[in-house]
């Protein structure tokens, strides 16, 4: 039967029977990361990830850029930059399963290694890199993606709007509906209401209670910052009292 659709990188992410999880493995116990590894985690073409702080959602992020053959602190596939290792061993025991014929290319842009990312690219240099120490923390995040993010494969980005303004995360965005709809597949985790509307894109809301697929605009986040913005007194005074 012939495809309707370029295959995805990464169809599904499932536990690795032949490497077991030491069942005190810090990860383990994270309620996202321990539903990904009892029921597996099926993606689309476009996967976006929300929820608080320490929910889960760069650990999964990680072990999958890890897993596809990306390093820790970002970069293409094989890039092997180190600052200070400080990644899970998660991705040590996850099987990806990949679309027959689909893209092995990809890229991991991951927020809080950036700065170390760009040495790396300064340090290793090849004749077509940009000069991104010399831009603005929010123009070299831009000048990253649309330089290393081209054509069909995975490409991963963990909390990318930490250096963008509201117009340079709608930038962000317009990039990576363009690439999806080129053929590319995304898997965005990220606070921002902004980038999680992706077109397209399978959301999924992390948080004690471990994975579930949610609709934009009923996730935590989206209603979080309505309210805000309706009514930021409200939230002041309850901060006031606290």
């Known amino acids: 039967m012939p495809l309707t659709g370029p295959a995805l990188p990464v169809r599904r992410v499932r536990a690795d ?34 929820g608080e702080n320490g929910a889960g959602k760069s650990t999964l992020v990680e072990a999958l850029a890890m897993a596809f053959g990306m390093g820790a602190e970002g970069g293409s596939t094989g890039a092997r930059g180190v600052t200070r290792a400080s990644e899970s061993a998660l991705w040590r025991h996850l099987v990806l399963e ?10 991991f842009l991951r927020a809080e290694t950036m700065h170390g990312f760009f040495t790396y690219l300064e340090d290793n240099p090849s004749p077509a890199d940009l000069a991104f120490h010399e831009m603005s923390h929010g123009e070299s995040f831009l000048a990253l993606a649309e330089d290393r993010m081209r054509g069909r494969g995975l490409y991963v980005l963990d909390e990318p709007e930490s250096a963008l303004s509201f117009t340079g995360s709608l930038a962000l965005l317009a990039h990576l509906r363009r690439l999806v709809a080129g053929g590319a597949q995304v898997v965005l985790s990220t606070h921002s209401p902004v980038l999680a509307a992706l077109p397209g894109a399978r959301v999924w809301e992390v948080g004690g209670w471990g994975l579930r697929e949610t609709r934009w605009e009923e996730t935590d986040l989206v209603l979080s910052w309505q309210g805000f913005l309706a009514g930021p007194e409200r939230y002041l005074r309850r901060l006031d009292a606290e």
């Open 17 to 50: 029977a032949r490497e077991p999880v030491d069942a005190g493995a810090w990860f383990a116990r994270v309620p996202a990361v321990a539903q990904v590894l009892r029921d597996g985690w099926d993606l689309g073409a476009a996967t976006v990830l929300v």
């Open 98 to 107: 990949r679309g027959a014929g689909a893209a092995k290319r990809g890229f």
